[in-house]
């Protein structure tokens, strides 16, 4: 592994852990929800930026992991913890599902994205019907905080709880970008034909990519169910998720260890700004956010084709020299 | 005992049979040469032996084993390797990256991969370029990366398709010795060529493609002198017209 790769972002998480020290509410609430949208976005990378299989339904994974926490506590009384676990290996399993069925069938590209966003749509569509998701009232969990219930009393522990957890993603990333499997991923990526001749098994690369990815974006759904303690179809399965993590990577840089959590943050972080500034100005106003994300998108597409992370890059290149 | 063989193998598109019941043998360790006129059907046979493509019809078998069914990267693991004759570099990562994919097949550990991968670099000349994008190689550079990488793999056979087209004189000249030295290591290698001066240099044994079908086979001094190879170059009659030529003069 190359520390180079991960020490900027383990300095930068463990600066977001002290912060609660000094920091206000308004603070910490943008912090939290800007690390849950980080780890999904991590999750997001591992397919869509090593592997090269963009989707755009990643919701599916998040919703699975967070509808999974939810209804085995309130349902079942399990323990938030294994709950989970469970959310995690259930949204590995539906990323295995959905991976059968399209790289099987042989989907790329645009095919592919489409069909990850029907499966999430297909989700929410059921999750707002079926009895036990709670149907379109959605799901409360029952507010009792305790180390053992996955909860805390003070935002700082979730948050410390948050930032490990993406640093574990984040150590994972870099793991794998230097091994076999990480090889084998971007290999997939830039060519499946030369791939196959030097011995990769393609479809079986993707289907590790897509559980993979399934787990780490579901693990960040279970942990937004027990920061939030509510949840319905829109939240969990909604778009606004694989629409952010999407957003998120593109903009940190696709395919970079460290891409998707300077994405997110910064993609909130603007977001929250505009909210501020407009605010002042104009009173509130319902979706600049939205705005906000599709112009930096628009930017990022245009100024950054290879992210913040190659633009950063660039930019400490030519200060050294 | 050969290595790979061929049997009456057919490959159909639609109407056209681009292979037509081709079989043919590559001892171990030989140096066999492929040729036949553009359309042959010499990169679709490759296809077949290789496992992109399924065949019509037909069996092959490496080392003792029928692989006919088995997918490409099986094939790969049982030391089959093949180029392209269009180059498939993975075009967003180095020189060092891409022929390390090939290495990782047989090395597992990330540093024995990247040292294997850089000594097959240097092998085929291309040391000084393993940290550059394999997007800015030139044609020459393209070529002995899509070798390099198959060599990665450690096969014990090489397809090469056609691994000289596009180069010039002097390069074709500087990687005739790069492939007899990979040979001169008990590597096999069937390799499709158009350049006849290096077919003549190289091979043991050539085999002739033409509309689908073997039409001939032996050492590349008689084949080239077949009337019915040259009649699948240059057409029907061609083979009279030069013998009634060079007897008029
Ligand atoms: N995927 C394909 N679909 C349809 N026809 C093909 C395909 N691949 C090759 N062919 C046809 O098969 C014939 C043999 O092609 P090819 O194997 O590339 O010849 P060669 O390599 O000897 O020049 C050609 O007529 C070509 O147009
Ligand atoms: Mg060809």
Known sequence: MNPREVLPGLVLLAVIAVLPLVASNVVLNFLLSSLIVALAAQGWNLLGGYAGQLSFGHAAFFGTGAYATAVLQIRYGVNAWVGLAVGIALGAAVGWVIGALSFRARLRGSYFALVTLAFAEVLRILANAADFTGGASGLLIRLSPGVENLQFASRAAFLWLLASAVAAVLLLTAWIAH???????????????????????VLRTKLRAIALSGGVTAAAGCLYAQNFLYLDANIAYGTWISIEVLIACVLGGTGTVLGPVVGA?????????????LGRVAGPVPGVDLVVFGALLILAVAFLPRGMMAGLQRLTRGLAR | MSLLRAEGLSRRFGGLLAVDGASLEVPEGGLIGLIGPNGAGKTTLFALLSGFLAPSAGRVEFAGADVTA???HRRALRGMARTFQIVQPFAGLTVRENIAVGAYLRHSARREAIRSAEAVAEEVGLGPMLDGQAAALTVAGRKRLELARALATEPRLLLLDEVLAGLNPSEVRDIIPVIRAIRERGVAILMIEHVMQAVMNLCDHVHVLAGGRMIAAGPPQAVTADPRVIEAYLGHGAAARIAAGSAHA
């Open chain 1, 179 to 201: 091994h076999r499997f990480g090889a084998h991923l971007v290999a997939v990526r830039e060519n499946e034909d030369a791939a196959r001749a030097l011995g990769v098994d």
């Open chain 1, 265 to 277: 943050l910064a993609l909130h972080g603007v977001g929250e700004l505009a909210k501020l500034a």
């Open chain 2, 70 to 72: 088995e997918p490409p």
